[in-house]
């Protein structure tokens, strides 16, 4: 495991390595600078600002600098909030895209294994139809259908919700419930796939030979290996949660990652952007690793060079 563990971290170098390059040169390539003004700056104090920030220097010096505060976890300043360093700012919105995310997929997840599992049970039957048909309808509904309608409907018209904001527990709801509408589709159908194949493995015929209980043999049995396509489902899946996502950030106002993203590219603020990525970056591999340690435990059959 600890040798396994070992080589994932080392192979993750060169991809994040990778992922900060391109980045780094693609949002220099973008139109636009962040020093733009709505006014019209001043040729002396725009050079003084360049000066000030090393944007006036070649790319290749920047990028180096670039990468020497990496080295010491620095992210750079940020060019517009000059109030705070990229550092601040993240950690500042991290937190709030981290508790939203993770309310979002275990509500997901709750509700996506329990209606995948009453679905498999009751299969070819109306109610197994009528799961499949609920879960298409959570696929195919975009965020940013779904998190208007829930304002208007219980924020706006039953007054039971806020429409917006941040701070108190009841401002989590409608993000979360838009957040994991969709997830709770996928999740479903996976589920479902993953129980009926294993529902007709052998080891299921035996627990049930044996005499035991359909509940026993679901939870303990069956459900352990059903559950492993929602499992590998979930590495990306939970990072793209908590590291913030745009739409509904922006729909309910939250002050988290994706948002901050969105801000971050509409004032051309470079260091900013580049931190946010390497954060995403690097939680899509730590989840993925998790995910596969998970798996491995789950299921003897898979082996940790497999994995």
Known sequence: MVRYVIWRALSSIPLLFLVITVSFFLVRLAPGSPLARERAMPPEIR?????????DQPWSIQYWNYLRGLLR???GPSYKQ????VNALIARAWPVSATLGALAFALALL???ALGCLAATRRATFTDRSLVFLALVGVSVPNFVLGPLLVLIVSLNL???????????RHVVLPAITLAAPYVAYIARLTRAGMLQALQEGYILTARA???REYGVLIKHAL??????????????IAFLVTGTVVVERIFAIPGLGNLFVQAAFNRDYTLILGIVLVVSTALFLFNL???IIMVILDPRIHYGEA
């Open 210 to 212: 044996k005499g035991l």
């Open 73 to 75: 976890f620095d992210l």
């Open 111 to 113: 509700a996506g294994v």
């Open 290 to 292: 998790l995910v596969d």
């Open 224 to 237: 352990r290996v059903g559950i492993l396509p929602v499992i590998s489902f979930s590495g990306p899946a």
């Open 159 to 169: 007054l039971w919700l806020p429409p917006a904001g941040w701070g108190e527990s």
């Open 47 to 55: 050079a003084r600002l360049e000066r000030h920030y090393g944007l």
């Open 82 to 85: 000059k109030e705070a360093s």
